[in-house]
C-alpha cells in the first residue's frame, strides 16, 4: 500500500494525518468494546462473573486524573523550615537523619 503524497501542501497532509488519526482512535476502541463483549458473554455463558470485563466496560481501572497532585507538607525540617515532606515516597535524607538520632516522627509534624 503505497502513495504518492508529494502534490499535497503541508496543510492537506496535515489533514488527512488528523482524520487518520481520529479514525484509528474510532476503530481501535469500536474493536476494544467488541472484545470486552465476546469476553463477557463467554463468561456469562459459562456461568462466571468476570470481573476485570466488568470493570473495563465500566471504565475503572482507567489513568487516576489525580496523578501528579500536590498533596500538603506534613513533616518539616526544624532546622531548616523550606525542607518539608508530604509523608509520601521515601523518606527525605534530613528525616532519615534525625530519626537515626532517635527523634521521634511525631516531632517534625506541621501543626496548623
Known amino acids: 500500500m503505497s502513495h504518492d503524497f508529494s502534490g499535497y ?8 494525518i488528523d482524520a487518520a488519526t481520529k479514525a484509528l ?8 468494546r467488541e472484545y470486552l463483549r465476546q469476553m463477557s ?3 456469562s455463558k459459562a456461568g462466571v462473573r468476570f470481573q476485570i470485563v466488568e470493570d473495563l466496560s465500566k471504565g475503572v481501572g482507567a ?8 498533596v500538603p507538607a506534613k513533616y518539616q525540617n526544624p532546622h531548616n523550615p523550606a525542607e518539608k515532606w508530604s509523608g509520601r515516597g521515601v523518606k527525605p ?9 532517635g527523634h521521634d ?8
Open 25 to 32: 482512535k474510532e476503530k481501535l476502541e469500536s474493536e476494544r
Open 9 to 16: 501542501t503541508a496543510q492537506e497532509l496535515q489533514s488527512l
Open 105 to 112: 516522627i511525631k516531632e517534625f509534624e506541621i501543626r496548623a
Open 63 to 70: 489513568p487516576s486524573t489525580r496523578r501528579g497532585a500536590k
Open 93 to 101: 535524607r534530613w528525616l532519615q537523619a534525625l530519626l537515626a538520632q
Open 41 to 43: 458473554e463467554l463468561a
